[in-house]
């Protein structure tokens, strides 16, 4: 780490200056304006100017006059130095001329910009001041561009040390993948949008008084409070007797802005329901005006998909590009690794035991204090003490609290006050022992001890009588943060989460700046309007930008600001302030995530160390059996004897037990020295262990009965010692060249082969096998290799030894304990009873996708179903549908249908019941249920298994009548509502999600400890200073207590409507309420608990808005600043660390977390090439000119954009409601009409181009035809009914279903809706647990809250009477609507209530119930379960997203693949299978990147043409095998693929080049040979016996080095042809095809394994070694690799090509005899 920091720091790379260029200065007497002093004025005056600005608004001016002439003094100044500067600058640049000129720069632009605006402002401010233009004028917003001037305070930073071009490339990039989620996001609002307006449509129906004029409506006349309704019967809601359901007629701005009236009103209002806020509300309004359905479905899918799914891909957006930027701008940010920081400094030093760090002090500065002290301080008993000291502040100040009907919440002095003086002294004493023992400088060296030094201080005026209570408690309640020093593993987590300051402190100033400038901005667009509180003045204008930035309540102040400016300028305030929520939400949020996920994150370098570190992990697995198992081995062996009552010669001995025969064999022994730990040290093992090796035959024979099986196993296990060390390899990695990606990852694969010498199964490692056969010799074989393949292996054994541990293990169990294995210590362990039961119980379809004996891909029709089939057993089936029953018929229970009183109901759970009982029987019966090793009670799911059966047995047998509240008995209806969790259990892909978020328990644990810890330090400061003074009288005009007694009239919420009368007037309806001096209903600061409450509550956003404003109006404004702040950290920094660690936590148990960026992206091409598919677009004909002319029609590209347009012109007349009545609607849909012609005159066109048959096989145009058809068959309803109610949803629905085929015309649009497509698949399990457990806190809710009376959110739509309604409040709960205002509701208590002798007659609700049920179904669902949905998205967006730059093969060049593979695919069969010989065409075919050479990649070309045949042993290849190996083949594989998977693929590679290489040998002779026959056409045998000498000396070379073992000696064949050798060297070394490249190995041998052209028997007679049967079979039936071939053209299956008359068969017969001869005769001459 420390060299790759230096090498970092060493680098002098060019700094990309993105601010303005001040260094173009050749004039001397105006060098004033580039001296250091002057920029920092003028940035200081930009400063200065923003304040200016923030506070020049008319109600700024009205609270505090002299600011005006305050704010005009500093615009002058400001705008005179600015004007300075702009001068200056002209005349060193030019005005217009030049390169450089003043008007040509960008940042001059934006300079010149900024002082017109100054110059206009202070213009305008002189006419305010002399009266000629109001204060309140609309001529502000002139003002509104001068906040940005805050730009050329930062823009001075805006450099990288990075070339500029390369950073613009990032932002390009991240700019391009913003625009097209923006794209892909407006298509889905778009869709919603045109829904939204054919579903609801103009929603203007509310119950009114009898005889109301529709024009004329006041509050009086409307329903408390106003109800919407339906005009017809049966759908909707029904106004009750006395009132009617009237259509009211209303301005635009006085029934509201939101709606679906029209697209651009539907729209705006999908957007608003997408931020989840206030969409409930909307959907009441439509369930109540049409059919419930519509708005269920709507809505809900609405906010799956827009709010849940495509939102969420901005976060996958921001987090793929801030990772990019990270790797770039590691240097800006700084070191990921965090600083020594501690007393002393450590060195490594070396001794006897290896390297170990040693601690110094020599280097550090001492203080006053003798060594005693000195050493009291580094005792930890010292540190202890100050951790409790601090513990105990906090627990006493916790023990504060108020209570307003008695204490005096002013009174300051108290016994707190004492308390917190000796605290502090003590704290203050501690600080000064610290810096008498290390001196002040060595104190301040210490960051932790600046921290305590600023709480020393702050603490110490906190307890001035004065200060005490007031802003300076903050240094008192985070003293409370030093005891996150208690905790290592909670102190490392908050070091690599806020550790790396820089990028999280950059991204918190960013969007401070970006609050303040946005804030400033709206303030003088909108300060002109008088009595508008939100945006009077600076304060109020940052309160509501931020209230926008959190989302809560962002739509109420966009509709405040639009209602003010008028329906004439609503439009653009919507438009304002949709981008600035958008920007915020989307972005600024998003970089939050990105950024703790990047703290998250680990270095490159270190991801491939903790890759090691898992493998060992992973082989280091759990030797021993769990504890249940292993209580048999507390007890002693008692196997059951064999009693023989007859001679053992009558009858064979049952077989000894190898329990027994081990304990013989685990005793030490000169063999068997070392070899328990071969598995760790297997080089010493070897080495200590050769003389074994030597041991004479007769040695060996004289060993008997043990002794020789121990030398047995001592040699078995030094052999797979000895084997491992032999197949070790290195590698050295190559830099690619200029040319195509498959050519540069050749280069590298040949380079690397030129560096290694030997392979497994290769001549030379075999070799090196025999010398370490002769001499035992390992250290100078091990010394050639590297160590990685060395440890995977070593780990690989180690797993595997292991697993046969212990499964060993149990097999002693099995033999020694009668009852292991045993169920219930009763059942035998082979009796056929259990085996019947093991084979109910174990009974599944088994499916295969090849047939076991052939290995060919089994067709099938239900090849989809067949998997989810086989997904469980049988009986696991059964219990799924039978539990799923249940689940059904729980749902009808209400608080008065009751199972017990519901014949029906109690049907229902004795099926369960029964159902469940058999099922557990034979589970037990088979496996057992606790001692044995497949157990019932194994794990969690297992004990929640037979606690749900217990619970549901219980309650079965119970069946109470009476169910008091808080009793017993509905404490067990309450656990018999955990029955939908069984699902979790019987579906393995469930438990997996369950897994996966119990194994990053540990992180989500730490995370909730720093938000408590928060809360606790927010919640002691409000104690502290809101303790008792919240608490105020209801009627607003009484302030104090005394006179709040009695009652007064208060006005009643009515509607949001602007109906008159206004709440003022007399005639508005009120009621009369008795006088309460109380605190606010739903929060209060008034203890520990309560705050602490309130501020869980804030932590969701929820209600944050009214604890602000209570605490700003009955305390003082400046406490604002406490809520916000809170807020801002708890929100912004503590809720995003939520999703990073769930994100992480799931990418760790997904395996990518300590993927390097290579390995994510060959993970990510290997899903992108499973999901590809070929085109089968059929090829242009040329036999019709009819044909030719419509294909050439329909592929071009003018065509298929105007088929676009067409459809986007088609989807627009949704923009209005097609209504029976409405006249427009007959036009709209024959308009539509026409263009659903045009439609069918397109397929009619590509049908005859494509042929049927061709136009059926793309899915889409299937679709295309589809709707096509149902356009068809709606036109003759349209037609036939004249456009009722019948033919225009199926119209609408026709034309919805068009606008999806715009998603697959255009690349961006098709990728993202995969990426949500798939999001959507892979998620499903997840949704599904969701909804299970939403579903059991929708039964518990019934239980609980079923019959609580209606209150402030709980209403006629909001309740939990039913599971429906449960379920669909959960539902709102989870998007965060109102969730605490709802469980406030269900907190009601006597005397608001009436309590009843069962909970299906009382009213009341339940506090204790009602904080656990909402609480942990917020977190659990809000903070874990959704953010699940995030990682997912990210995952899939990864896989779909990829560019040029990548190194990875790109959608384009998959897309090249498809092409030609559909060029060449003449029959287009629709599972995407061709020949091989039509593969090899593909390869020659790819163009781009995938192009392969032939002139310069030959040997390439062969080795690719050579793995196709391989692939299916010469048979057919698929689409995605080709793709597969092009894909190998275009990485980098040491640096993509994975330790095993890069294994196999380097032995399939290493078999390739050896057998090309033999093949190609193997030719070269065959043409050798028709050479010489040519020349010599008189005798054949004369010729061959004169040319024979070169060619053995070629050919025998390597068949000396195979046969040494049998004793052939090398010197002896060398001697007959030395004369002639370097002859026949020279005039044969004429390149030949591929052979240049080929590695450094001789493998002059011909190749035995190609069983057609080479008899067997031609080994036995060469003498040679017979290979690895593995690598034979492997090769065994492909055919050899010829130029026709290469060149696309396939060998006939019998001879090869003659070329001559004497060429052909025969001459390679006789070309074999003669080399049996040949060889016979050196092997005679030798002996």
Request: hydrophobic share 45%; aromatic share 12%; charged share 20%.
């Amino acid at each position: 780490m420390l060299t790759r920091k230096q090498s970092v720091r060493g680098e002098a790379t060019a700094m990309a200056d993105y601010g303005p260029d001040e260094n173009l200065n050749e004039n001397t007497d105006i060098e004033w304006v580039n001296k250091q002093l002057v920029r920092r004025v003028l940035r200081g005056c930009a400063l200065l100017s923003l304040i200016s600005v923030s506070m020049n608004t008319p109600k700024t001016f009205d609270l505090y006059p002299h600011l005006m002439y305050v704010t005009f003094t500093i615009d002058l100044i400001v705008t005179f130095m600015f004007s300075a500067e702009t001068i200056a600058k002209m005349h060193i640049r030019g005005i217009a001329k030049g390169d450089t000129a003043y008007l040509k720069d960008k940042w001059c632009q934006f300079d010149g910009i900024m002082v017109l605006c100054l110059w206009v402002s202070a213009i305008l401010q002189v006419f305010e001041i002399t009266g000629v233009v109001e204060h309140y004028s609309r001529w502000s917003i002139i003002r509104a561009p001068r906040p940005l001037i805050l730009i050329r305070v930062f823009r001075v930073f805006l450099k990288f040390q990075l070339p500029k071009t390369r950073i613009e490339s990032i932002f390009k990039r991240s700019s391009q993948q913003i625009y097209n989620v923006t794209i892909f996001f407006l298509f889905f609002m778009s869709l919603y949008g045109i829904l939204g307006v054919q579903f609801f449509g103009e929603m203007n129906y509310h119950c009114v008084r009898n005889g109301t004029d529709p024009e004329h409506v006041s509050a009086n006349d409307l329903a408390i409070p106003d109800t919407y309704c339906s005009p017809h019967n049966n759908s909707g809601y029904e106004c009750p007797r006395g009132m009617e359901c009237k259509p009211l007629e209303l301005s635009r701005s006085d029934r509201g802005f939101n709606g679906f009236g029209e697209f651009a009103t539907s729209f705006f209002t999908v957007y608003e329901a997408a931020s989840q806020e206030g969409w409930v509300f909307i959907m009441y309004r439509a369930i109540d005006s049409l059919p419930s359905w519509r708005g269920y479905v709507f809505f809900i899918s609405m906010i799956f998909f827009l709010a849940w799914l495509v939102k969420n891909v901005f976060i996958a957006v921001i987090i793929e590009t801030f990772a990019e930027i990270r790797v770039h701008f590691q240097q800006m940010w700084g070191s990921r690794s965090g600083t020594t920081d501690s007393d002393s400094s450590q060195v490594l030093v070396s001794d006897a035991d290896g390297w170990r760090m040693v601690t110094i002090d020599e280097s550090k500065p001492r203080g006053l204090a003798p060594p005693f002290f000195q050493r009291i301080l580094k005792m930890a008993w010292f540190h202890i003490l100050i951790l409790l000291l601090v513990l105990a502040n906090a627990i006493f100040v916790a023990t504060m609290q108020f209570d307003h009907q008695i204490i005096d919440p002013y009174d300051t002095i108290n016994r707190y006050y004492y308390a917190e003086v000796v605290f502090t002294i003590l704290f203050d004493l501690e600080a000064l022992f610290k810096i008498w023992c290390l001196g002040f400088h060595g104190y301040v060296r210490r960051s932790v001890h600046k921290f305590e030094l600023l709480l020393v201080i702050g603490t110490s005026l906190h307890i001035i009588p004065a200060f005490y209570r007031t802003q300076f408690t903050y240094f008192q309640v985070i003293r409370v943060i030093r005891l996150i020093k208690a905790s290592p593993v909670l102190e490392d987590f908050c070091w690599k989460i806020f550790g790396p300051g820089k990028k999280l402190g950059s991204l918190i100033l960013f969007t401070m700046c970006l609050l303040i400038i946005t804030s400033c901005v709206s303030l003088q667009l909108f300060c002109s309007f008088k009595d508008f509180q939100k945006f009077a003045t600076f304060p109020q204008a940052t309160m509501s930008m931020f209230q926008i930035l959190t989302q809560k309540g962002w739509n109420e102040v966009m509709h405040l600001t639009m209602w003010e400016t008028g329906e004439q300028f609503a439009p653009l305030v919507a438009i304002y302030f949709i981008f600035y929520h958008l920007f915020v939400t989307l972005i600024v949020v998003s970089l939050f995530v990105a950024v703790i996920l990047d703290n998250l994150e680990l270095d490159e370098d270190i991801k491939k160390l903790k890759q090691l570190k898992l493998r060992e992990q992973v082989a280091e697995t759990q030797q021993n059996l769990p504890l249940r198992l292993r209580i048999f081995e507390k007890f002693p062996d008692r196997p059951q004897m064999v009693h023989l009552n007859k001679l053992p010669s009558e009858f064979s001995t049952s077989r000894m037990r190898d329990s027994f025969m081990r304990q013989f064999l685990e005793q030490g022994s000169v063999f068997t020295r070392g070899a328990s730990k071969e598995a760790d040290i297997p080089l010493q093992a070897v080495r200590s262990d050769v003389g074994a090796l030597h041991m004479t035959p007769s040695k060996k024979k004289s060993l008997t009965g043990v002794a020789e099986k121990k030398l047995g196993v001592a040699e078995i296990i030094r052999d797979s010692n000895r084997q491992r060390i032999i197949t070790e390899d290195g590698v050295q990695v190559a830099i690619p060249g200029m040319r195509s990606l498959l050519s540069q990852q050749h280069q590298i694969r040949m380079d690397i082969r030129r560096s290694i010498r030997s392979r497994p199964g290769s001549l030379k490692s075999k070799n090196q096998y025999q010398k370490l056969r002769e001499n035992g010799n390992v250290g100078a074989i091990a010394t050639e290799h590297k160590m990685d393949d060395f440890d995977i292996k070593i780990l690989q054994q180690k797993r595997h030894e292991a697993e046969v541990k212990r499964s060993q293990q149990e097999e002693d169990l099995r033999e020694n304990h009668p009852y292991f294995d045993t169920p219930l210590f009763s059942v035998g362990r082979d009796s056929r009873f259990r085996k019947f039961c093991k084979v109910v119980v174990s009974a599944r379809y088994i499916y295969q996708k090849r047939d076991p004996i052939t290995g060919k891909e089994l067709k099938s029709k239900y090849k989809h179903i067949q998997p989810l089939i086989g997904l469980v057993t049988y009986l696991d089936w059964v219990m799924i549908i039978v539990t799923t029953l249940s689940c059904i018929s729980m749902m009808f229970e209400t608080p008065t249908q009751r199972v017990m009183n519901t014949p029906g109901l109690r049907i229902a759970e004795y099926v369960f019941v029964i159902c469940m009982s058999i099922e557990m029987s034979l589970k037990v019966m088979a496996n057992g249920l606790f001692f044995t090793p497949q157990a019932v009670v194994r794990d969690i799911g297992g004990v929640l298994d037979v606690f749900i059966y217990a619970v549901s047995l219980v309650f079965l047998c119970w069946m109470p009548e009476k169910v008091p509240q808080n009793s017993g008995a509905q404490i067990l209806m309450i656990l018999r509502c955990l029955r939908p969790l069984r699902i979790f259990i019987l579906v393995p892909h469930m438990r997996a999600v369950v897994y996966e978020l119990c194994r990053g328990f540990k992180e989500i644990l730490l995370v909730s400890i720093l938000l408590v810890l928060l809360m606790f330090v927010f919640a002691s400061y409000g104690v502290q200073l809101f303790g008792g003074k919240l608490a105020r009288c209801n009627d607003p005009l009484i302030k104090s207590r005394e006179n709040c007694t009695g009652i007064f009239l208060r006005p009643l919420f009515v509607t949001k409507l602007k109906v008159k009368p206004d709440v003022s007037n007399d005639s508005y309806p009120k009621i009369y309420v008795p006088r309460v001096w109380a605190n606010p209903r739903n929060f209060n600061f008034d203890n520990i608990g309560n705050a602490m409450q309130a501020l869980f509550e804030v932590l969701s956003l929820e209600g944050w808005l009214e604890v602000r404003d209570v605490i700003i109006e009955r305390v003082n404004s400046s406490h604002g600043v406490f809520i916000h702040l809170f807020v801002f950290i708890g929100c912004m920094i503590g809720l995003t660390l939520f999703v990073g660690v769930v994100i992480a936590n799931y990418m760790e148990n997904k395996g990518t977390a300590l993927l390097t960026v290579d390995q994510k992206r060959w993970q990510d091409l290997m899903g992108r090439i499973k999901l590809a598919q070929p085109l089968h677009i059929p090829p242009r004909p040329e036999h019709s000119w009819l044909r030719t002319l419509m294909y050439d029609i329909t592929q071009n590209i003018a065509f298929k954009r105007g088929v676009a347009f067409l459809v986007l012109a088609n989807y627009s007349l949704l923009a209005v409601p097609w209504l029976s009545e409405e006249p427009h609607t007959f036009a709209l849909a024959t308009v539509s009409a026409v263009f659903t012609m045009l439609f069918l005159l397109e397929v009619i066109m590509k049908n005859i181009a494509l042929s049927a048959a061709g136009y059926w096989q793309s899915r889409r145009n299937r679709f295309d035809m589809f709707v096509t058809c149902l356009g068809v068959i709606w036109i003759v309803l349209h037609f036939t009914f004249k456009a009722n109610d019948l033919s225009n949803p199926l119209g609408y629905f026709v034309i919805v279903l068009r606008f999806f085929t715009i998603t697959g015309k255009h690349a961006t649009l098709k990728m993202l809706m995969l990426t949500v497509v798939v999001s959507m698949f892979k998620s499903f399990f997840i949704i599904l647990g969701m909804f299970l457990l939403m579903l059991f806190y929708a039964f518990t809710g019934v239980i609980l809250f079923g019959c609580v009376k209606y209150g402030e959110d709980l209403g006629r739509q909001a309740n939990f009477k039913t599971a429906w309604n449960a379920v669909v409040l959960l539902f709102r709960i989870v998007t965060g609507e109102d969730w605490n205002k709802i469980m406030h509701d269900c907190m009601v208590a006597p005397p608001f209530c009436t309590r009843g002798s069962n909970f299906w007659k009382t009213d009341c609700g339940n506090f204790k119930a009602a904080l656990v049920f909402f609480c942990t179904f917020y977190v659990i669902i809000t903070y874990i379960v959704l953010n699940l949905l995030v990682a997912i998205i990210m995952e899939n967006f990864s896989l779909f997203y990829s560019n040029e730059e990548d190194a990875l093969l790109s959608y384009n060049d998959i897309r090249q693949f498809q092409t030609t593979w559909n060029l060449v695919n003449k029959n287009r069969k629709a599972h995407g299978v061709i020949s091989v010989r039509r593969a090899k065409l593909v390869l020659r075919l790819l163009k781009g990147r995938l192009e392969v050479d032939l002139e310069k990649d030959r040997l390439l070309f062969r080795h690719m043409c050579y793995e196709i045949e391989k692939l299916r042993n010469g048979d057919d290849v698929t689409f995605h095998d080709v793709l597969s190996m092009l894909a190998y083949r275009s990485v980098d594989i040491r640096k993509s693929l994975q330790l095993e998977e890069l294994l196999v693929r380097e032995e399939l590679e290493y078999t390739i080049e050896e057998e090309v290489a033999k093949q190609t040998i193997r030719n070269w002779l065959d043409k050798c040979l028709k050479r010489i026959r040519a020349k010599e056409h008189s005798n054949l045998i004369t010729n061959l016996r004169a040319t024979n000498e070169p060619v053995v000396m070629l050919e025998c070379i390597p068949t000396i080095t195979e046969t040494k073992e049998e004793g052939v000696d090398s010197s002896v064949a060398v001697a007959p042809g030395v004369r002639q050798r370097k002859k026949i060297e020279r005039n044969t070394s004429a390149p030949l095809p591929g052979m240049l490249q080929a590695p450094s190995r001789k493998y002059l041998a011909p190749s035995l394994s190609d069983g057609a052209s080479r008899p067997d028997k031609m080994s036995a007679v060469m003498g040679l070694k017979k290979r690895n049967p593995r690598l034979q079979s492997s090769s065994k039936n492909l055919p050899n690799l010829l130029e026709s071939e290469e060149m696309g053209t396939a060998p006939h299956d019998g001879d090869r090509p003659i070329g001559s008359s004497l060429g052909g068969k025969y001459s390679t017969l006789e070309v074999q005899n003669w080399w049996r001869t040949c060889v016979q005769g050196e092997s005679t001459s030798e002996q």
